[in-house]
Structures are given as structure tokens and as C-alpha cells.
């Protein structure tokens, strides 16, 4: 049975990329048909009716017709349009990071609904708390456990041993945290602290809702550095928007000394 030519979607805007003078080129995540490219006409000039529906970071419903190499959006209307994340320029780097992430650790026409759910989750998580750190860091391993690639955590990846509560190094290329004694095997790898590996196996079992509070911003600055260097490994390219993200946390940083100085 042939594919209907016109079809709709929830879709979250993830990426888009200008074509020619007026259109865009949009990345959208759906919950059913995974990642795909649409082609949005006329979207950059000034009396769009669609272009405030088609922004990054919005939750929108989309109406679409198939095309011979890529589909045409016909219609839209927001659901959610995330308007703190795009008032408050930390929150909008961080949801751009997780729209980065989405789109670059996908591949077009697979579906993955439990993603589509976690970026969704994620971007009201953001929108609403003032601990947008603890939210990314959520979302980062939450992010990789749905595409397959979770990092154990609770025994030596090597050797399957039990962990002691200190000396233990995480290994990207091992994909998890490692032994004292194995961890001459493994060139590439890092020390985690016992604080920062319990925090690790909580937020792991953590929903949205119930994000632990209270990480210390020693232990937060640590899981930066730790899963970041895991997601590149696994990407093998660096993340743009986590250096925009840096720089947004060493001049928050730089502000909050003089003011307290």
C-alpha cells in the first residue's frame, strides 16, 4: 500500500539551515517517524504565518507532503513554545545543546519515541528550574542509555569486578568507569571521584520529576568534563554548542566573583 502524500506530526524543531532567499531547510524529531528533513517554503519573509511555529526548540504540530527528496511543510501550529528558553540565554544554550545532541546521534526515518519523549521532557525541565545543570546532566545520560550506549557504572567494565568506593577511573573507549587495577589497559581514561560516581548512578535512576538537588557545583563541573568527553568520543567530532555552553559558564562564573568581591 502506497504512503498517503500528505500526513501530520508532532515534531520538535531541532535544526534548520536557509535555502536560497526565502526557505528553510528544518530537522524535525517526531515521535513515530523519528528524524526527518522537510523543506519549509517562504518561511523567511517578513508575513510568514509559519515562521513563528518552525523556530528551534519549539514543540509544534506539523502538516507535511511527501516530496520526491525531501517532504514540504503546508501547515503548522505550536504546542509548546518554550519562551523562557528563548528569554534567557543560558536555558536557550542549553536547550540548542540537547537539540545538537538529538540531531547528531541520529540518523533519519528511525524511530525512537523514548527519545522524543526525553527531549520533550528535557526542554520543560529547563524552561522551569533554576538547576539547568543537574537537568543537562540527566539528559546526557539518559540520552545515551536510549541510544544504546549506557555507561556502567556499577562494576568495573573490565573486569566485571565490584567498584570500591574510590580509586576508580572512567575510560570513554571502555564505555564506563574501571578498576584501580585495570586501568593501565586503558591509556584514555580520567578519575572519578566517589562523589561524582554516586551522583552518576543516581541520576541514572532518576526521572524528570525527581532530579536529586543539592550537587555541589565541584561534583557538577566534574560530570561536565566526564560525559562530555564520553559524547565526543562517541560522536568523534566536538559538540558546537557545549563550547558556546562553556563560555556562558566561565562569564556567569566571572560575574558571580565580582559581585560577591
Not at 519549539?58 to 507535511?64: G, N
Not at 546521534?105 to 528550574?129: Q, R
Not at 573507549?173 to 551522583?199: H, K, N, W
Request: hydrophobic share 40%; charged share 25%.
Amino acid at each position: 500500500m502506497s504512503r498517503p502524500r500528505n500526513y501530520q506530526t508532532e515534531a520538535l524543531i531541532i535544526r534548520k539551515t536557509r535555502l536560497g532567499e526565502a526557505d528553510r531547510i528544518l530537522s524535525l524529531y517526531t515521535p513515530k517517524l523519528g528524524k526527518i528533513q522537510a523543506v519549509a517554503k517562504g518561511v523567511r519573509r517578513p508575513r510568514s504565518k509559519m515562521s513563528g511555529h518552525l523556530e528551534l526548540v519549539t514543540h509544534s504540530l506539523v502538516s507535511l507532503a511527501r516530496g520526491r527528496n525531501i517532504d514540504t511543510v503546508t501547515n503548522t501550529r505550536t504546542i509548546t513554545a518554550f519562551l523562557p528558553l528563548k528569554s534567557d540565554l543560558l536555558r536557550g544554550a542549553a536547550a540548542l545543546y540537547t537539540a545538537e545532541l538529538v540531531d547528531r546521534f541520529t540518523a533519519d526515518h528511525i524511530e525512537n519515541e523514548p527519545l522524543f519523549k526525553l527531549l520533550l521532557a528535557t526542554w520543560h525541565k529547563l524552561a522551569g528550574t533554576d538547576d539547568i545543570e543537574t537537568a543537562l546532566r540527566f539528559f546526557e545520560l539518559h540520552l545515551l542509555e536510549t541510544l544504546g550506549y549506557r555507561p556502567e557504572l556499577e562494576h568495573c567494565v573490565a573486569c566485571k569486578g565490584t567498584l570500591t568506593a574510590a580509586g576508580n577511573w572512567f575510560g570513554p573507549a571502555a564505555g564506563g568507569v574501571i578498576c584501580l587495577a585495570c586501568a593501565p589497559r586503558y591509556p584514555q581514561r580520567f578519575p572519578v571521584s566517589p562523589e561524582a560516581l554516586d551522583t552518576l548512578r543516581t541520576l541514572q535512576k532518576s526521572e524528570p520529576a525527581t532530579l536529586p538537588t543539592g550537587i555541589s557545583p565541584a561534583v557538577l563541573s566534574e560530570l561536565v568534563a566526564l560525559l562530555g568527553r564520553y559524547l565526543e568520543h562517541l560522536l568523534e567530532k566536538e559538540v558546537k554548542s557545549a563550547r558556546w555552553l562553556d563560555t556562558l559558564r566561565m562569564q556567569l562564573n566571572r560575574n558571580a566573583a565580582s559581585h560577591t568581591a
